[in-house]
């Protein structure tokens, strides 16, 4: 699966964007798809995650209540509403595919793409 990201910019503090993720290549009922983000220097760490199948919802607790995970089947996307923005969720997200089913590591994930950076001011 070949995944493309977009939706990113630059946002005060307390506003929203939406990510996108077009996948090209069929997605399986088995599949989940999720969010990562990445600061320079550190690991790529999960934000939120969805079964492509049953639509089941995953959240890291520092987005719960702000971000919102979902997935369009017939159009083959997904998306991150992500609303009441801080300045520490400045970095790149990246969406991405595991066929090994629900996982919290980036190293079970094995299509990405190519990230989209998202900028909180204060």
């Known amino acids: 699966v070949q995944l493309q990201a977009s939706g990113g910019g630059l946002v005060q503090a307390g506003g929203s964007l939406r990510l996108s993720c077009a996948a090209s290549?069929?997605?399986?009922?088995?599949?989940?798809m999720a969010w990562f983000r990445q600061t320079p220097g550190k690991e790529r760490e999960f934000v939120a995650a969805?079964?492509?199948?049953?639509?089941?919802?995953y959240y890291a607790d520092f987005v719960k209540g702000r971000f919102a995970i979902s997935r369009d089947k017939a159009e083959n996307a997904l998306y991150l509403q992500m609303n009441s923005l801080k300045p520490e969720d400045t970095a790149a997200y990246y969406c991405?595919?595991?066929?090994?089913?629900?996982?919290?590591?980036?190293?079970?994930?094995?299509?990405w793409g190519q990230g989209t950076q998202v900028t909180v001011s204060s």
């Open positions: 290549g069929r997605v399986f009922s088995s599949h989940v």
């Open positions: 991405a595919t595991s066929r090994s089913g629900l996982d919290y590591s980036y190293t079970a994930y094995s299509d």
């Open positions: 969805v079964r492509w199948g049953t639509g089941g919802t």
